[in-house]
């Protein structure tokens, strides 16, 4: 599925957002993560980099594909803010998080020098968006 324009706007280079995971006994696990879009020619897909697997999403997702992810828009007055909501299914791949991680630092924590030049390729989570929804335009 391809996200709509203001969904992508949101996004942008790089945003702080909630994933939502599956224990093995059913209950949530809730995350506060860094997430990036890449588009693709048909389909968008969020992507999440890890420098380890032992996180307990990692283990959740590959386990059990299904994810919610929520991103919060900043304040625009004494509303409720917008957010965007996205469910999919995630797989996890090895291989490439320094470099994401470098990007979304950039965007998200200038000049913080974050991941160190040594660390692992650790892993990535790509998300296939299947529904949106939430309070904004993408929701229409």
Same mark, same amino acid.
């Given at each position: 599925m391809?996200? =709509?324009?203001?969904? #992508? ?6 945003a702080?957002?909630?994933?939502? &995971?599956?224990?093995p006994?059913? $209950?949530?696990?809730?995350? *506060?993560?860094? +997430? @990036? ?6 389909? =968008?897909?969020? !992507?999440? @980099?890890?420098?380890?697997? $032992?996180? #307990?999403? +990692? #283990?959740?997702? /590959?386990?059990?594909? #299904? !994810?919610?992810?929520?991103? +919060?828009?900043d304040?625009?007055?004494? &509303? ?5 909501? +996205? $469910?999919?299914?995630? /797989?996890? *791949?090895?291989?490439? @998080?320094?470099?994401l991680? /470098?990007?979304?630092?950039? *965007?998200? &924590? ?8 040594? @660390? ?5 989570? /790509?998300?296939? *968006? ?8 993408w929701?229409q």
């Open positions: 391809k996200l =709509d324009e203001s969904a #992508r706007a949101l996004i942008g280079k790089g702080n957002a909630t994933l939502v &995971t599956l224990n006994d059913g $209950s949530p696990q809730v995350s *506060v993560i860094w +997430v @990036a879009l890449q588009a693709g020619e048909h389909d =968008d897909e969020l !992507v999440i @980099a890890h420098l380890s697997d $032992s996180y #307990r999403k +990692v #283990r959740n997702i /590959r386990r059990d594909g #299904r !994810v919610a992810l929520t991103v +919060v828009a304040p625009d007055g004494p &509303t409720l803010r917008e957010y965007l909501w +996205v $469910s999919g299914t995630a /797989r996890i *791949v090895e291989g490439g @998080a320094p470099a991680l /470098r990007q979304l630092s950039d *965007v998200l &924590t200038p000049g913080s020098g974050f991941p160190p030049a040594d @660390a692992p390729e650790g892993f990535l989570t /790509r998300i296939t *968006v299947e529904k949106v929804g939430g309070v904004g335009p929701a």
